[in-house]
């Protein structure tokens, strides 16, 4: 399977998630759900980043992929970090002793 095949994949999934993601947040105002949803709008950010880098229009990735910009690999690991917090604060709200 080619490059373009999987990145355009990646991004009708990644649109349907941040369109739940989106409903989500406007019927919850709980921690844990506003991260996870955090999480996945800015993995979308990242992927739609990736795509425009790929195309030629935003130059964040090199042509080759070695060279990645500090910024760029602290907003892939942002989305990581945000599900952790997410995952976190469900399992504190919901702790039982």
Do not use: H, K
Request: charged fraction near 10%; aromatic fraction near 18%.
């Amino acid at each position: 399977m080619s490059l373009p095949a999987v990145l355009a994949g990646r991004a009708v999934i990644s649109f349907l998630a941040c369109f739940l993601a989106i409903w989500v947040w406007s019927r919850t105002r709980e921690e844990a759900w506003i991260f996870m949803i955090g999480g996945t709008l800015i993995s979308f950010a990242v992927l739609m980043i990736e795509i425009l880098s790929r195309v030629g229009i935003f130059s964040a990735v090199s042509a080759e992929g070695r060279d990645i910009p500090l910024w760029f690999a602290l907003l892939q690991l942002l989305p990581y970090l945000f599900y952790a917090l997410g995952f976190g604060f469900y399992l504190w709200q919901n702790r039982r002793y």
